[in-house]
């Protein structure tokens, strides 16, 4: 067991430009979470998966951003044209359903400029 | 919807002195509450949880949590900390855990600075 692991761990972008992150959980786990924590604030919950169905998205998962687990193992999210307001950490947490115990991988810090 | 608050946002205590942070929660039923620790740049990782049974729970690094329902707190106490506990520790509460969405909605956090 390797634990939650993200990539990249840091991104510089330009603003407009897309970005992709990928998240790779723990094996077996059949529950994947996308966070966002801004500076100074604690983790917002963006979307979830359980398997390779995406079941609830937050309302602050605009248009320009999409996650995917295809195959129900790893999975992407995409920032399309970046803004300067998505500048923050994004964290990734698996699990298995019924347990309850969320493990965070190590997070990857977006800065847009 | 359930919250979480952390009214204290940075707490500076001496190495050895005992720590206790505070957490309320608001929900409607019963609440699935965690404790998580973040050191600067990393991910969070579970202290300890508390989903029924004692009201007093253990977790990881001599850490220990207090669920008062009369109260809405969880709040996290240690006896003596190390210098090694300086970090960003947050309180989360889960909606229900075993089906529909386990979402964690978290406080803000309390940054915990030791001092030698």
């Known amino acids: 067991d390797t634990g939650v692991s993200q990539n990249p761990r840091h991104k510089i972008t330009k603003r407009g430009q897309n970005v992709t992150f990928r998240c790779d959980p723990i094996?077996?786990?059949?529950?994947l979470y996308w966070y966002r924590q801004t500076l100074g604030q604690g983790p917002e919950f963006l979307t979830y998966f359980q398997n390779e169905a995406q079941l609830e998205k937050s309302r602050l998962l605009s248009d320009r951003f999409s996650a995917e687990r295809p195959k129900g193992s790893f999975s992407t999210l995409e920032i399309q044209r970046t803004e300067q307001g998505d500048s923050a950490m994004y964290l990734c947490?698996?699990?298995?359903?019924?347990?309850?115990?969320?493990?965070f991988g190590p997070g990857t810090r977006l800065l847009v400029l | 919807a359930q919250s979480v608050t952390q009214p204290d946002i940075h707490i500076t205590v001496s190495e050895g002195a005992s720590l206790e942070l505070r957490c309320n929660y608001s929900?409607?039923?019963?609440?699935?509450l965690f404790w998580y620790v973040q050191s600067p740049g990393q991910g969070l990782q579970l202290l300890l949880k508390?989903?029924?049974?004692?009201?007093l729970v253990q977790g990881i690094k001599g850490f220990e949590a207090e669920f008062k329902r009369s109260q809405s707190s969880f709040n996290l106490r240690k006896p003596s900390v190390h210098w090694s506990d300086a970090a960003e520790y947050f309180c989360?509460?889960?909606?229900?855990?075993?089906?529909?969405?386990?979402?964690?909605?978290f406080g803000t956090g309390t940054r915990l600075t030791i001092i030698p």
């Open positions: 929900y409607g039923a019963t609440p699935y």
């Open positions: 989360a509460v889960a909606p229900g855990v075993g089906f529909g969405n386990e979402k964690l909605t």
């Open positions: 947490a698996s699990s298995f359903l019924g347990e309850g115990t969320q493990y």
């Open positions: 508390y989903f029924s049974g004692d009201t």
């Open positions: 094996s077996e786990h059949n529950r």
